[in-house]
Protein backbone atom coordinates (compact mmCIF):
# COMPACT_ATOMS: atom_id res chain seq x y z
CA UNK A 1 0.00 0.00 0.00
CA UNK A 2 1.40 3.14 -1.06
CA UNK A 3 1.36 6.01 1.50
CA UNK A 4 -0.68 8.34 -0.96
CA UNK A 5 -3.37 5.14 -0.79
CA UNK A 6 -3.27 5.01 3.08
CA UNK A 7 -3.77 9.01 2.85
CA UNK A 8 -6.68 8.97 0.54
CA UNK A 9 -7.92 5.78 2.81
CA UNK A 10 -7.80 8.34 5.75
CA UNK A 11 -9.35 10.86 4.20
CA UNK A 12 -12.34 9.10 3.96
CA UNK A 13 -11.95 7.47 7.22
CA UNK A 14 -12.16 11.26 8.55
CA UNK A 15 -15.12 12.14 6.67
CA UNK A 16 -17.08 9.38 8.47
CA UNK A 17 -15.17 8.72 12.04
CA UNK A 18 -13.88 12.82 12.04
CA UNK A 19 -9.98 12.54 13.83
CA UNK A 20 -9.38 14.33 16.38
CA UNK A 21 -7.41 17.86 15.31
CA UNK A 22 -4.27 18.54 16.76
CA UNK A 23 -2.67 22.02 15.96
CA UNK A 24 0.43 22.84 14.94
CA UNK A 25 -0.68 26.32 15.80
CA UNK A 26 1.06 29.67 14.78
CA UNK A 27 -0.68 31.78 16.83
CA UNK A 28 -2.72 33.12 19.89
CA UNK A 29 -5.03 34.46 19.95
CA UNK A 30 -5.99 35.91 16.87
CA UNK A 31 -2.56 36.59 14.93
CA UNK A 32 -3.88 39.47 13.36
CA UNK A 33 -1.55 42.08 12.78
CA UNK A 34 -1.10 44.83 10.31
CA UNK A 35 1.66 47.53 9.48
CA UNK A 36 -1.07 49.80 7.85
CA UNK A 37 -2.49 51.40 11.07
CA UNK A 38 1.35 52.40 11.72
CA UNK A 39 1.63 53.97 8.73
CA UNK A 40 -1.60 55.92 8.72
CA UNK A 41 -1.16 57.34 12.25
CA UNK A 42 2.58 58.45 10.56
CA UNK A 43 0.45 59.93 7.86
CA UNK A 44 -1.66 61.97 10.07
CA UNK A 45 1.23 63.08 11.80
CA UNK A 46 2.14 64.93 8.65
CA UNK A 47 -0.78 66.08 7.47
CA UNK A 48 -1.24 67.88 10.47
CA UNK A 49 2.61 69.58 10.46
CA UNK A 50 1.48 70.39 6.74
CA UNK A 51 -1.93 71.90 8.22
CA UNK A 52 -0.38 73.76 11.36
CA UNK A 53 2.27 75.46 8.38
CA UNK A 54 -0.80 75.94 6.43
CA UNK A 55 -2.07 78.02 8.71
CA UNK A 56 0.88 80.18 9.97
CA UNK A 57 0.05 81.99 6.01
CA UNK A 58 -3.40 81.91 6.57
CA UNK A 59 -3.50 83.50 10.14
CA UNK A 60 -5.62 87.00 10.48
CA UNK A 61 -4.90 89.69 12.39
CA UNK A 62 -8.69 90.41 13.98
CA UNK A 63 -9.25 89.22 17.34
CA UNK A 64 -12.39 86.51 15.79
CA UNK A 65 -9.44 85.76 13.39
CA UNK A 66 -6.95 85.30 15.92
CA UNK A 67 -9.42 82.74 18.28
CA UNK A 68 -10.27 80.70 15.09
CA UNK A 69 -6.32 80.33 14.70
CA UNK A 70 -5.40 79.40 18.06
CA UNK A 71 -8.42 77.07 18.43
CA UNK A 72 -7.11 75.17 15.22
CA UNK A 73 -3.48 74.90 16.08
CA UNK A 74 -4.11 73.30 19.39
CA UNK A 75 -6.47 71.01 17.26
CA UNK A 76 -3.65 69.93 14.81
CA UNK A 77 -1.24 70.11 17.34
CA UNK A 78 -3.55 67.50 19.64
CA UNK A 79 -4.26 65.21 16.93
CA UNK A 80 -0.51 65.14 15.97
CA UNK A 81 0.18 64.15 19.78
CA UNK A 82 -2.20 61.46 19.74
CA UNK A 83 -1.41 59.63 15.82
CA UNK A 84 2.37 59.81 16.86
CA UNK A 85 1.70 57.88 20.07
CA UNK A 86 -0.68 55.48 18.13
CA UNK A 87 1.77 55.19 15.75
CA UNK A 88 4.34 54.20 18.83
CA UNK A 89 1.84 51.54 20.11
CA UNK A 90 1.30 50.17 16.61
CA UNK A 91 5.00 49.79 16.71
CA UNK A 92 5.15 48.17 20.30
CA UNK A 93 2.76 45.59 19.51
CA UNK A 94 4.63 44.80 16.36
CA UNK A 95 8.15 44.50 17.81
CA UNK A 96 6.69 43.01 21.11
CA UNK A 97 4.09 40.38 19.76
CA UNK A 98 4.51 39.67 16.47
CA UNK A 99 8.28 40.06 15.43
CA UNK A 100 10.38 36.89 16.93
CA UNK A 101 14.23 36.52 17.36
CA UNK A 102 14.03 34.41 13.64
CA UNK A 103 12.92 37.24 11.75
CA UNK A 104 15.45 39.90 13.57
CA UNK A 105 18.05 37.45 12.60
CA UNK A 106 16.79 37.49 8.97
CA UNK A 107 16.34 41.06 9.17
CA UNK A 108 19.06 42.28 10.75
CA UNK A 109 17.72 45.75 10.37
CA UNK A 110 14.55 45.41 11.95
CA UNK A 111 15.65 46.10 15.74
CA UNK A 112 17.28 49.38 14.81
CA UNK A 113 14.34 50.67 12.63
CA UNK A 114 12.00 49.91 15.67
CA UNK A 115 13.89 51.92 17.86
CA UNK A 116 14.67 54.58 15.32
CA UNK A 117 10.53 54.82 14.50
CA UNK A 118 9.72 55.26 18.50
CA UNK A 119 12.51 57.50 18.92
CA UNK A 120 11.29 59.54 16.36
CA UNK A 121 7.74 59.41 17.15
CA UNK A 122 8.14 61.19 20.62
CA UNK A 123 10.15 63.88 18.26
CA UNK A 124 7.59 64.77 16.21
CA UNK A 125 5.65 65.30 18.87
CA UNK A 126 7.94 68.14 20.09
CA UNK A 127 8.58 69.82 16.74
CA UNK A 128 6.51 70.87 14.06
CA UNK A 129 9.53 70.08 11.76
CA UNK A 130 7.72 67.54 9.09
CA UNK A 131 11.36 66.44 8.09
CA UNK A 132 11.12 64.38 11.07
CA UNK A 133 7.67 63.47 10.48
CA UNK A 134 9.02 62.55 7.24
CA UNK A 135 11.93 60.18 8.39
CA UNK A 136 8.97 58.16 11.00
CA UNK A 137 6.69 57.49 7.65
CA UNK A 138 10.04 55.96 5.94
CA UNK A 139 11.24 54.08 8.60
CA UNK A 140 7.83 52.41 9.30
CA UNK A 141 7.21 51.66 5.74
CA UNK A 142 10.65 49.63 5.98
CA UNK A 143 8.76 48.17 8.85
CA UNK A 144 5.84 47.10 7.30
CA UNK A 145 8.08 46.00 4.25
CA UNK A 146 9.71 43.50 6.57
CA UNK A 147 6.57 42.39 8.03
CA UNK A 148 4.91 41.37 4.91
CA UNK A 149 8.32 39.79 3.73
CA UNK A 150 8.08 37.83 7.15
CA UNK A 151 4.95 36.49 5.62
CA UNK A 152 6.14 36.09 2.35
CA UNK A 153 4.06 38.61 0.56
CA UNK A 154 5.49 40.99 -2.09
CA UNK A 155 5.06 45.04 -1.35
CA UNK A 156 4.47 47.92 -3.81
CA UNK A 157 5.42 51.52 -3.00
CA UNK A 158 2.38 54.03 -4.12
CA UNK A 159 1.29 57.08 -3.31
CA UNK A 160 -1.26 57.27 -0.84
CA UNK A 161 -4.88 58.32 -1.67
CA UNK A 162 -4.46 60.88 1.41
CA UNK A 163 -4.04 64.72 0.62
CA UNK A 164 -0.33 63.79 2.46
CA UNK A 165 0.63 62.85 -1.02
CA UNK A 166 3.12 60.97 0.38
CA UNK A 167 4.34 56.98 0.21
CA UNK A 168 2.29 53.71 1.12
CA UNK A 169 3.32 50.42 1.49
CA UNK A 170 0.80 47.59 0.26
CA UNK A 171 0.83 43.81 0.06
CA UNK A 172 0.65 43.20 -2.92
CA UNK A 173 -2.48 40.89 -3.32
CA UNK B 1 -7.69 4.16 19.72
CA UNK B 2 -6.11 0.92 20.21
CA UNK B 3 -2.79 0.00 21.06
CA UNK B 4 -2.75 3.18 22.81
CA UNK B 5 -2.46 4.83 19.15
CA UNK B 6 -4.51 7.49 18.10
CA UNK B 7 -4.79 9.11 14.68
CA UNK B 8 -5.30 12.56 14.73
CA UNK B 9 -5.40 15.53 11.51
CA UNK B 10 -2.84 18.17 11.91
CA UNK B 11 -3.67 21.57 11.58
CA UNK B 12 -1.95 24.94 10.97
CA UNK B 13 1.11 25.06 9.74
CA UNK B 14 3.99 25.54 12.18
CA UNK B 15 5.20 21.99 11.96
CA UNK B 16 5.80 22.55 7.88
CA UNK B 17 7.65 20.98 6.28
CA UNK B 18 7.68 18.06 8.41
CA UNK B 19 4.04 18.17 8.90
CA UNK B 20 1.60 19.50 6.61
CA UNK B 21 -1.62 21.47 7.47
CA UNK B 22 -4.32 18.37 6.53
CA UNK B 23 -1.40 15.64 7.26
CA UNK B 24 -2.57 12.77 9.55
CA UNK B 25 -0.49 12.05 12.31
CA UNK B 26 -0.21 8.51 14.09
CA UNK B 27 0.43 9.26 17.85
CA UNK B 28 1.04 7.08 21.00
CA UNK B 29 -0.77 8.01 23.41
CA UNK B 30 0.46 8.49 27.07
CA UNK B 31 4.18 7.79 25.36
CA UNK B 32 6.11 6.36 28.81
CA UNK B 33 9.92 8.17 27.51
CA UNK B 34 9.84 11.78 26.07
CA UNK B 35 13.42 12.48 24.19
CA UNK B 36 14.97 15.71 22.68
CA UNK B 37 13.67 15.97 19.45
CA UNK B 38 10.65 13.97 20.03
CA UNK B 39 7.46 15.30 18.18
CA UNK B 40 4.34 15.38 21.05
CA UNK B 41 1.32 16.12 21.23
CA UNK B 42 0.33 18.23 24.53
CA UNK B 43 -2.07 20.76 25.87
CA UNK B 44 -1.85 24.36 25.00
CA UNK B 45 -1.01 25.86 28.64
CA UNK B 46 -3.37 28.46 28.09
CA UNK B 47 -6.71 27.44 26.67
CA UNK B 48 -6.06 22.88 27.32
CA UNK B 49 -6.70 22.59 23.20
CA UNK B 50 -4.06 19.74 21.94
CA UNK B 51 -1.18 21.21 19.58
CA UNK B 52 1.55 19.35 18.52
CA UNK B 53 5.22 20.60 18.32
CA UNK B 54 8.63 19.22 18.87
CA UNK B 55 10.73 18.91 22.34
CA UNK B 56 13.67 21.24 21.61
CA UNK B 57 15.07 20.30 25.30
CA UNK B 58 14.24 18.75 28.58
CA UNK B 59 15.04 20.68 31.46
CA UNK B 60 16.17 19.60 34.97
CA UNK B 61 13.31 18.94 36.84
CA UNK B 62 11.50 17.17 33.47
CA UNK B 63 10.08 20.09 32.10
CA UNK B 64 9.82 20.39 28.03
CA UNK B 65 10.85 23.49 26.23
CA UNK B 66 8.74 22.68 22.67
CA UNK B 67 8.82 24.37 19.64
CA UNK B 68 7.32 24.58 15.87
CA UNK B 69 9.81 23.66 13.21
CA UNK B 70 8.23 26.23 11.09
CA UNK B 71 9.74 28.85 14.00
CA UNK B 72 8.53 32.09 12.21
CA UNK B 73 5.26 31.01 12.21
CA UNK B 74 4.93 29.43 15.65
CA UNK B 75 3.36 30.15 19.32
CA UNK B 76 5.61 27.74 21.49
CA UNK B 77 8.02 27.65 24.56
CA UNK B 78 9.01 30.90 23.30
CA UNK B 79 5.70 32.69 24.35
CA UNK B 80 4.18 30.22 27.23
CA UNK B 81 7.50 28.51 28.36
CA UNK B 82 8.36 24.82 29.01
CA UNK B 83 5.63 22.32 29.80
CA UNK B 84 5.31 20.19 32.59
CA UNK B 85 5.66 16.52 31.29
CA UNK B 86 2.17 15.76 32.36
CA UNK B 87 0.85 17.77 29.63
CA UNK B 88 2.77 15.64 26.66
CA UNK B 89 -0.01 13.45 25.96
CA UNK B 90 1.21 11.65 23.22
CA UNK B 91 4.21 11.61 20.45
CA UNK B 92 4.27 10.97 16.88
CA UNK B 93 4.82 7.59 15.84
CA UNK B 94 4.48 8.21 11.80
CA UNK B 95 2.96 10.80 9.46
CA UNK B 96 0.57 9.56 6.71
Keep these: MTWN ?52 SKKGGGDAEMLEYQHNLVRATSI ?20 KKEHADAYPKLNELVFNGLKLASKAKQTTDVKTAE ?33 IVYPKV | MALGLKIFRVRDRSMEP ?14 KRVRKGDIVVLEDPRNSKKIIKRVERIREGGDCYVVGDNRQMSSDSRSFGPVPMEQIVGKLVLKI
Design chain 1, 5 to 56: LANRLLERLDKIAHFDEVYAHCDYPCGIYDPHTAQMAAHTVIRMMDLIKEMQ
Design chain 1, 80 to 99: KEQHAEICKHELRVLWGDYF
Design chain 1, 135 to 167: ELLSTVEQIAEIFWKTKGVETKRVTAFYPTKRE
Design chain 2, 18 to 31: FLMDGDFALVRMNP
